[in-house]
């Protein structure tokens, strides 16, 4: 039995599966966010407190040894532990938007674009750089008290493991500091953030990703486990997505656009990043937008529609929802891909009495289809196209994908980033696993000819509200 354990944003979960990649049972545990003038974060104790909890769950009265572990959680933010990888402070989260600030001052400077120029990443306000800049003014102490300042997942596997340290990989590194092509900190980029003081907070890069044993909590002590990739490059692994040229859509809390690629070009508009990854000379890139399915959330709540009447509704109102249109940038952060804007904020338009809570939810989807073809446009997707994420539950959701698209969507159900940390640890251990059983899709979804002519249409007409609505935010 192998054990994939996926640390997410709002819900952690830890799914087991035999060797042919069965799921044989999955646990899950919400975990909270806090919300306030644009800071949000999280408690490390809790989500270390959930992870346990899962564990105990999905192994509980399985009578199969568990042969090892794997583990992914969400990506970037800063979360700052002491040497046992304890928490000095709530975790700033990806989400958050306290740097924007610091963000729109490198964008007016140049430190933005030198930056990405350097390393492929395009920095937003939840991202590392910006966030350990802003803590470096606001609040030094937590930063003079802190072993490490690392992602989720390396907290984790501290403490799972008992570490003497903290350490990373090269994809969490990736976001600002990494050297895509020597797979090391970019010492220049450190210095140009203003950082050089806090050089000794980023934590050594295990390339590949480290391993280790667990030491008894939520799994029996003595079992392997290795402590990476991060979430995106894990779903990508776990929905087979490792030839150049293929793509992954995460529809997930965030709506992440990944495409497999051999080449780092550092050139082009300043937005996404080159995720590094195990296999050398092999990268995603990666343009993962602030909000996905938050965004259906949000327009659901306000409505008072329940997600079991998603279906249903879509299919009373028409493609182009009678004219209802959404620019579905709804972060308090802005958005970073496929362009960092972070004062840009979502958009109902041509909105009347007339118009029906289908309507919104349509437009809504159809807003969010748009976004995804914008980043999967921008991240050079030319072969096959992956879906997975909770949005995946919607099944005319992912006909109206598909037809946005344009394309035919290999629909991967399941824990598919757990899946993706059980075969990056399979690699890491030398065992061998049948990658294609493991990331066979579960339905293929085919676009409809007509309603994809449409919707070509209604994307050149997204992209120019986009347009106005970026020259808008910026005045």
Same mark, same amino acid.
């Given at each position: ?287 993962? !937008?602030?909000?996905?399915?938050? #965004? /259906? *959330?949000?327009?659901?709540? +306000?409505?008072?529609? %329940?997600?079991? $009447?998603? @279906? ?113 640890? !399979?690699?890491?251990?030398?065992? #061998? /696993? *049948?990658?294609?059983?493991? +990331?066979?899709?579960? %339905?293929?979804? $085919?676009? @409809? ?27």
């Amino acid at each position: 039995m192998y054990i994939g354990i996926d640390v997410g944003t709002s819900t952690v979960k830890a799914a087991a599966f035999d060797a042919g990649g069965r799921e044989l049972a999955v646990a899950a545990r919400p975990v909270g966010l806090a919300m306030h003038g644009g800071f949000v974060e999280q408690d490390m104790d809790e989500v270390y407190g959930a992870v346990v909890a899962v564990l105990e769950e999905v192994t509980a009265g399985r009578t199969e040894p568990v042969e090892f572990a794997g583990l992914t959680g969400q990506g970037d933010g800063v979360w700052l532990v002491d040497t046992a990888g304890r928490p000095v402070r709530s975790a700033a989260s990806w989400m958050d938007g306290r740097a924007h600030e610091l963000v729109d001052r490198w964008l007016a400077d140049g430190t933005f674009e030198t930056v990405f120029r350097r390393t492929g990443g395009a920095m937003f306000p939840g991202s590392p750089g910006p966030l350990l800049a802003w803590l470096d003014s606001h609040d030094p102490k937590s930063l003079d008290a802190a072993s490490a300042a690392v992602c989720c997942k390396d907290m984790v596997f501290q403490r799972l493991t008992g570490a003497a340290r903290a350490t990373t990989d090269v994809s969490d590194a990736s976001m600002p500091f990494l050297d895509p092509l020597t797979r090391s900190y970019d010492n220049r980029v450190v210095e140009l953030l203003g950082l050089t003081h806090r050089r000794g907070l980023l934590a050594p890069v295990s390339d590949p990703v480290a391993t280790g044993e667990t030491r008894g909590e939520g799994l029996p002590a003595g079992i392997r486990i290795a402590g990476g990739p991060y979430d995106l490059p894990a779903c990508a692994l776990g929905a087979g997505v490792t030839a150049p040229g293929d793509g992954l859509l995460i529809v997930g809390t965030c709506l992440a656009a990944l495409v497999a690629t051999d080449q780092v070009a550092l050139t082009g508009e300043p937005a996404g990043l080159y995720i590094s990854t195990d296999r050398r000379g092999h990268w995603l890139r990666a343009l993962p !937008a602030m909000v996905g399915t938050a #965004a /259906l *959330d949000w327009v659901l709540s +306000t409505t008072g529609v %329940a997600h079991d $009447e998603v @279906d249903p509704l879509l299919s009373r109102t028409p493609p182009g929802a009678n004219g209802v249109r959404v620019l579905p940038y709804f972060a308090p952060s802005g958005e970073r891909a496929p362009f960092v804007e972070p004062r840009l904020r979502a958009e109902l338009t041509d909105v009347s009495l007339e118009s029906t809570r289908a309507d919104l939810i349509r437009a809504t989807c159809e807003g969010i289809g748009y976004a995804a073809r914008h980043c999967l446009e921008a991240a050079g997707l030319t072969g096959t196209l992956a879906v997975c994420g909770g949005g995946t539950r919607s099944t005319a959701w992912m006909r109206l994908l598909a037809d946005v698209l344009g394309r035919p969507l290999r629909v991967v159900e399941g824990e598919v980033g757990a899946r993706g940390a059980v075969l990056a640890a !399979a690699e890491r251990f030398g065992v #061998a /696993l *049948d990658t294609s059983a493991w +990331t066979e899709p579960t %339905a293929v979804v $085919e676009p @409809d000819a007509a309603r994809a002519a449409y919707y070509a249409k209604g994307y050149e007409e997204h992209l120019g509200r986009l347009s106005q609505a970026r020259t808008r935010a910026r005045d």
